[in-house]
């Protein structure tokens, strides 16, 4: 037998997930073929093989998002690689960057980030790589025009594949408010006196210009008149219990009804509501919509991180983890059987165009970022 057919023979072998990669690497070797490999028709997975990486650091958001990841897909890709995900979690993106700015390069390999703000952000700090897409062939299931916005930012080449997406809208206690309230109130319900001190809102910056834009009938990708919209953030923090910072404690403040009223994270009020709960959700005119993507961090395995990039678009594997953490995947409704949860899932379009969806204008909001992050952390504490 040739060294190519052992070879192709191991490797369906370890493909069908009959061998573990430390088998199929020792076999390599005592078959006396990876001399042979190196540099054939097959160069780069054997590149990936020869550097023989044992794990890849992803980072999330933690949470019911975080379990979904590592049930349906960090747990199935290493038993099918041998390569262990080590799985990080952080509270928010600012958080995350620096972090990163801090790291040796390869110490972070791949993170959930969120929105093309942030894929932007990443590219013009000299973080983003160039994928070999032709490593990743389940990218062509995704919704396009998800994908056509990162290739917008990194002239055609992607460092990231987009994964999911939802939106962070208002949530309500159905025993306080009703559903006609908050369609009336819409996100001014946010700056009511009648709920002081039963109002949340998350820590974040550019959710809280986004939702003082709309307090003050401003269009959150064109301000106009940023003064009215301070003093909408203001008199929000004068009325609201707290802010949230994680996942975990937003639903936490609402299943024990400390507060009535917040925008919040889709999937986490889905979680709430399968739980039980009688939490409504509603999206206002002009509300946020966002898409997450897995980065790619520069200085990372790229043959590995790729191949896990793909598991993860795997129909069966995003559509589990979709329905795990209850935001629609990236997945192209018209090419793709999202089963039955999925379409129930907030935000979901059956269409696969997202055209009713309002998304972060990028250089916008970047182009802002240092004086209005800088602005809203006075805000937030008080000054």
């Keep these: 037998m040739t060294n190519t057919k052992r070879y192709e023979r191991l490797l369906e072998r370890y493909k069908n997930g009959d061998i573990d990669r430390r088998t199929f690497l020792s076999l390599l070797g005592v078959a006396g073929l990876a001399a042979g490999v190196i540099g054939g028709p097959l160069r780069p997975i054997s590149r990936a093989l020869a550097a023989d990486v044992e794990q890849i650091r992803f980072d999330g958001w933690g949470g019911v998002v975080s379990e979904a990841?590592?049930?349906?897909?960090?747990?199935?890709?290493?038993?099918?690689?041998?390569?262990?995900?080590?799985?990080?979690?952080?509270?928010?993106?600012?958080?995350?960057?620096?972090?990163?700015?801090?790291?040796?390069?390869g110490e972070y390999n791949l993170a959930h980030l969120s929105g093309v703000f942030d894929y932007e952000r990443y590219h013009n700090l000299g973080f983003s790589v160039v994928l070999n897409e032709d490593n990743i062939p389940n990218l062509d299931?995704?919704?396009?025009?998800?994908?056509?916005v990162f290739r917008n930012v990194t002239d055609g080449t992607l460092s990231a594949v987009p994964y999911d997406y939802g939106t962070t809208n208002l949530a309500y206690n159905r025993e306080h408010i009703s559903d006609d309230e908050i369609k009336e109130k819409g996100a001014s319900i946010l700056i009511d006196e009648a709920y002081k001190g039963k109002i949340g809102g998350w820590g974040e910056w550019k959710?809280?210009?986004?939702?003082?834009?709309?307090?003050t009938g401003q269009d959150p990708n064109n301000i106009q008149d940023m003064e009215a919209v301070w003093d909408a953030i203001q008199t929000h923090r004068d009325l609201l219990l707290k802010y949230w910072g994680s996942g975990a404690e937003l639903m936490s403040l609402l299943a024990e009804e400390e507060i009535y009223v917040t925008e919040a994270w889709s999937?986490?009020?889905?979680?709430?509501?399968?739980?039980?709960?009688?939490?409504?959700?509603?999206?206002?005119?002009?509300?946020?919509?966002?898409?997450?993507?897995?980065?790619?961090i520069k200085g990372s395995p790229l043959p590995e991180c790729e191949e896990l990039l793909n598991f993860m678009l795997e129909p069966e594997v995003a559509v589990a983890v979709a329905e795990g953490q209850n935001?629609?995947?990236?997945?192209?409704?018209?090419?793709?059987?999202?089963?039955?949860?999925?379409?129930?899932?907030?935000?979901?379009?059956?269409?696969?165009?997202?055209?009713?969806?309002?998304?972060?204008?990028p250089a916008y909001w970047n182009g802002n970022e240092a004086e209005w992050s800088k602005k809203f952390g006075r805000v937030q504490k008080g000054y």
């Design 69 to 105: 990841f590592r049930d349906h897909a960090f747990g199935p890709y290493t038993k099918n690689t041998g390569i262990e995900v080590v799985d990080g979690t952080f509270g928010g993106a600012d958080e995350y960057l620096s972090r990163v700015k801090a790291s040796q390069p």
């Design 141 to 148: 299931n995704c919704i396009t025009k998800l994908v056509d």
């Design 207 to 215: 959710t809280r210009i986004w939702y003082g834009a709309l307090q």
């Design 267 to 296: 999937g986490r009020i889905r979680a709430l509501q399968d739980q039980g709960h009688d939490i409504g959700y509603y999206d206002p005119p002009g509300g946020i919509a966002w898409q997450e993507c897995l980065f790619t």
């Design 327 to 361: 935001y629609p995947p990236a997945l192209d409704p018209n090419k793709v059987d999202l089963g039955d949860k999925v379409p129930t899932l907030p935000a979901f379009d059956p269409n696969g165009t997202l055209e009713n969806l309002t998304f972060f204008n």
